[in-house]
């Protein structure tokens, strides 16, 4: 098996540098970057420089750059076609990508670019012969006795060229033979009736076939002496998928590439790179081996290459298939051949066998003549490569081993939408890619995030939250968020866009709010990237192909509280070796348990693969396989696993019986996060910290303890919202874990972060009430409070009523002008901007800037009261400032932030610019002619009758008074009486 080039920048680091610094402000490795689409090639040069200072501006770490086409009209959406433009990989279409890298380079803005102007390598310097390839089959009956001499027809749908004749096409085989119904007995008029259009899914054909391969000329003609009896000729060849490299670009940009056929690969690569950088390296075209020589430096900012989701249709041959297949398989597939059409040859047992070999051996030239060889490629030209060679559709691949030959596995997951990828199952194709990562040494795991297929301008982060902290807690921690459309000033605003993805650009409306987002996603994905991930249990997949990973589950023989990877047999074999009893791989993960699949087939390499860490002292548990995969060496090979298979279990070295769950209890190894359904977890370990992800997965509070399998560290809140940390001083060590109290708001997120050891604590807390420090209590309502430190003692209070107070009055709020609504209004009372009378205000989109003045009374400053501001109810986002003093922005309730000391008696100034999203402004616009609208786009999903969304500041707006108070400890023998404390 060849080895795999694991590139030294994707191993996974051991420790960061420090932790909490990286966390407050993440390192540019960390930050989520884009898809950066160009329309239809529509680029300004002075555009693509403001749009790569936005990104660097917002903290965004780089981009992929995609020339996709316009997109179709789909879903509702209405779509408008986009005016031309400079095409694809014309001269100022060039010129611009030069200015692009050239503008990231300067802003440090790492820049990724597509290998083809679709989503898969190809271009138009691919000649049919090299394009994707697809199987075609003609036939044609004849009676015996006779002399058949003909041409052969030619299969139906191939593609002709100007001439008329066939643009591609090559013979496989040419076949014979009596077709006959299983279990029945035709006569021949019968025969000649289905004949020869037969029902091919239920005939087994007579043994053996007539090979007449050998007859064909080069012209297709046959010559044959046809023995007694009606005959089927069977032609197979393969031809042209005749598909475009391009997306949805009518007027074509080339074809896709045989991503089976290394020559073809090659030539793509190294033909668009010197496309887009002459005279740097020459063209090589053959061979299966990477000799290419060391080029001129790209510029800098060009980083990587890379191949989008695999979206090529119908391509099921390369021309050196047979070879590859003999090489692979060990025996020759000349006599199933007819099968490629439908039927059976000999038994429906044996065919099967044939067509699982067969899927094999199309998925190892898609891992080893694809994905591995732009992999040593790019590496061979001083870049990276990342794909999306997953998916997302299924196809015949090892998904896991196409994952591993890329420096950062890459898959997908889709925002909420009501016309595509509507099942949860559909919509995240997260887990594989983390366990790519996993189990191949790979430090990042990327998803193309909140791509969404109906949906324009309906999304702000506290919508998209969700789905990004489901990504997190199936493992991945690197963004690239789809997507940042390119739009020249000249298209107005919202601007252009595609038919796909969450719009994010500085078109959208809270732009200036973005980075508030951006940085909550990079600091999750800082953290979710140092060090290891722990995972007790290893799932294998096995040999089956088609062979994907589900999305992130629960395992009823498993259950709550435990994580795991999912393997191959490629990882097994040349990876997995055991380590103190726990198998362990070359960067550092281990797994307490190897559980292995339902299937009756496996190879005898792997079953003796795994025989070894059994031996070795590996947990493994599973049913015994019956047989052999496909073909190869058969019948003997099914013996053979059979022998050994009684052998190891038979020993008691794999276990058939107890649940994953049951066995990890008889291990001692306790669940490693055990807490009430809502809340989940995600665990990751450093030499120095234990970083749990923990996220309320439901719209309500919760208020519950969670037990950690951590013991002998103290643990820390850190708020990936703001960069805030704190200890937490509540918790106790039970069994080997450590349980610690947690409130968790509805969709909160944070991380519970174990790396410092124990010190004064306390282990309960009764009442509504947090220790700020060890004899410190911050009370947020009234009524009694029990403290029990760490050596029993305790302290009890009755916390009285603290004051609140209503921020009322009437509210000015100017509005951003040319937008249709007034320069300003006066709100008596804070109402949606949909309730408003103004036709203006009800269908603005934007920001408005609400002011007012109010008193703030002598009762809220005791020293003993925490003050916040609270907004209430706020539709989307806000930026607040109190006293001329920024607070920064508020994207998710509660809408709230600390003013202790903000505040002051008596007169107070409060601004707030709320930002809400651009529906109404495109719903409002339906009613008016082109000339007058507001919004210019080539995108228009709503008609006037659609109904308005709430919209501004609707509170209440409300100063809360949380009391702090000094704890006394008594002795656990004294008495207490309520009150007992100082303040």
């Known amino acids: 098996m060849r080895p795999l080039l694991i590139a030294a920048l994707s191993l996974l680091p051991l420790v960061g540098a420090d932790l909490v610094s990286e966390f407050r402000n993440p390192p540019p490795e960390a930050r989520p970057r884009v898809y950066w689409l160009w329309l239809h090639s529509s680029v300004a040069k002075d555009r693509i420089t403001f749009d790569l200072e936005q990104m660097h501006a917002k903290g965004i770490g780089g981009m992929i750059q995609w020339d996709p086409g316009p997109g179709p009209s789909r879903y509702g959406t209405r779509a408008t076609d ?163 490299a391009d997306y949805f670009r009518p007027e074509g940009a080339g074809r896709l590439a045989d991503h089976m056929n290394p020559t073809a690969v090659e030539f793509s690569f190294q033909t668009m790179l010197n496309e887009l950088f002459p005279g740097q390296s020459p063209v090589s075209q053959g061979g299966h081996s990477v000799t290419v020589p060391p080029r001129r430096p790209f510029p800098p900012a060009l980083k990587a290459i890379h191949c989008d989701s695999y979206e090529v249709y119908g391509s099921d041959w390369t021309p050196n298939l047979l070879d590859e297949f003999r090489r692979r398989r060990g025996y020759d597939p000349t006599p199933y051949l007819p099968t490629l059409e439908g039927g059976n040859v000999n038994s429906r047992a044996l065919t099967a066998r044939f067509r699982a070999d067969l899927e094999r051996t199309r998925s190892d030239l898609f891992a080893d003549y694809h994905y591995q060889r732009l992999l040593d490629l790019a590496h061979a030209n001083g870049l990276q490569f990342q794909a999306e060679s997953g998916g997302p559709r299924v196809i015949s691949i090892d998904t896991l081993k196409m994952l591993g030959r890329n420096d950062v596995p890459m898959g997908e997951f889709w925002a909420r939408a009501k016309t595509h990828r509507v099942t949860e199952e559909e919509r995240f194709l997260v887990k594989e890619i983390s366990s790519a990562a996993h189990i191949y040494g790979k430090r990042w795991a990327a998803v193309e995030a909140f791509t969404s297929v109906g949906p324009h301008w309906e999304e702000d982060p506290w919508s998209l939250k969700p789905d990004a902290d489901r990504a997190f807690l199936e493992g991945a921690n690197r963004f690239f968020l789809h997507t940042f459309t390119h739009s020249p000033d000249s298209f107005g605003k919202p601007g252009i866009e595609y038919f796909a993805g969450t719009h994010f650009n500085p078109n959208i409306t809270w732009w200036d709010q973005a980075k508030a987002w951006t940085d909550y996603l990079a600091r999750c994905s800082q953290l979710l990237s140092v060090g290891l991930p722990v995972a007790d249990v290893l799932y294998y997949y096995g040999e089956q192909i088609p062979a994907y990973v589900p999305p992130l589950h629960i395992d009823p023989a498993l259950g709550r509280g435990y994580d795991y990877d999912v393997t191959n047999a490629e990882v097994l074999l040349t990876r997995a070796a055991v380590k103190n009893g726990r198998i362990t791989l070359p960067d550092g993960m281990s797994y307490a348990a190897l559980v292995l699949p339902n299937q009756k087939a496996m190879s005898l390499e792997v079953l003796r693969k795994i025989g070894q860490l059994a031996a070795a002292g590996a947990t493994v548990i599973g049913p015994p396989p019956s047989e052999a995969p496909g073909l190869s060496g058969y019948p003997e090979s099914d013996r053979a696993v059979q022998s050994e298979a009684q052998a190891l279990w038979s020993q008691g070295r794999i276990l058939n019986g107890p649940t994953i769950r049951e066995l990890l209890t008889r291990k001692s190894i306790a669940p490693d996060f055990e807490a009430p359904e809502g809340l989940e977890t995600i665990h990751r370990r450093t030499s120095e910290a234990d970083i749990y992800f923990v996220v309320n997965r439901t719209d309500h509070p919760i208020a519950a303890e969670a037990a950690f399998r951590v013991t002998g560290k103290a643990p820390e809140i850190f708020f990936p919202d703001t960069g805030a940390t704190r200890p937490q001083l509540v918790y106790r060590e039970t069994k080997g874990r450590t349980a610690v109290p947690l409130k968790l708001a509805a969709r909160e997120s944070i991380f519970v972060v174990f790396r410092n050891p124990t010190g004064p604590h306390s282990v309960t807390v009764t009442g509504n009430a947090e220790l700020i420090a060890p004899n410190r209590l911050r009370a947020a309502a009234p009524g009694p409070v029990t403290v029990t430190n760490e050596q029993g003692r305790q302290a009890q209070l009755n916390i009285p009523a603290s004051p609140t107070l209503e921020v009322t009055g009437a509210w000015t709020v100017k509005f951003a002008p040319n937008w249709g609504a007034p320069e300003s209004a006066l709100f008596p009372a804070l109402v949606s901007w949909t309730d408003r009378p103004e036709e203006g205000i009800r269908h603005f989109s934007g920001a408005a800037a609400y002011s007012l003045d109010f008193q703030a009374p002598a009762a809220l400053f005791s020293k003993d009261l925490h003050l916040e501001l609270d907004l209430g109810q706020v539709a989307n986002l806000a930026e607040l400032s109190l006293n001329g003093q920024a607070l920064g922005v508020l994207w998710k309730p509660p809408f709230r932030v600390p003013v202790t000391g903000i505040l002051k008696p008596g007169r107070n100034h409060i601004e707030v610019k709320v930002v809400n999203l651009w529906t109404n402004r495109l719903i409002g616009d339906e009613s008016l002619p082109e000339a007058q609208r507001y919004t210019r786009t080539n995108m228009r999903p709503y008609t006037a009758a659609a109904p308005l969304r709430t919209s501004g500041l609707l509170g209440p707006v409300r100063v809360l008074a949380s009391r702090e108070l000094t704890l006394d400890f008594l002795t656990p023998s004294a008495p207490t009486a309520p009150g007992t404390g100082r303040h």
């Open 82 to 244: 986009l005016p031309p433009s400079p095409l694809w990989m014309s001269q100022p279409w060039r010129d611009a990508l030069h200015h692009a890298l050239n503008e990231a380079g300067r802003l440090n803005l790492d820049f990724t670019l597509f290998l083809s102007p679709g989503p898969n390598c190809g271009g138009p310097w691919i000649t049919p012969a090299l394009s994707a390839q697809r199987l075609v089959f003609s036939s044609v009956a004849v009676t015996g006795p006779t002399r058949f001499s003909a041409t052969l027809p030619l299969p139906d749908g191939l593609a002709k060229d100007a001439n008329g004749q066939p643009l591609h096409y090559r013979d496989i085989a040419v076949f014979a033979a009596e077709p006959y119904r299983v279990g029945h007995t035709r006569t021949t008029q019968e025969i000649s009736q289905i004949f020869p259009v037969a029902d091919l899914d239920h005939i087994e054909f007579g043994s053996p076939w007539i090979d007449l391969t050998s007859r064909l000329t080069s012209d297709g003609r046959l010559t044959w002496d046809v023995p007694p009896g009606m005959y089927r000729i069977l032609r197979l060849g393969h031809t042209t998928t005749g598909q475009n």
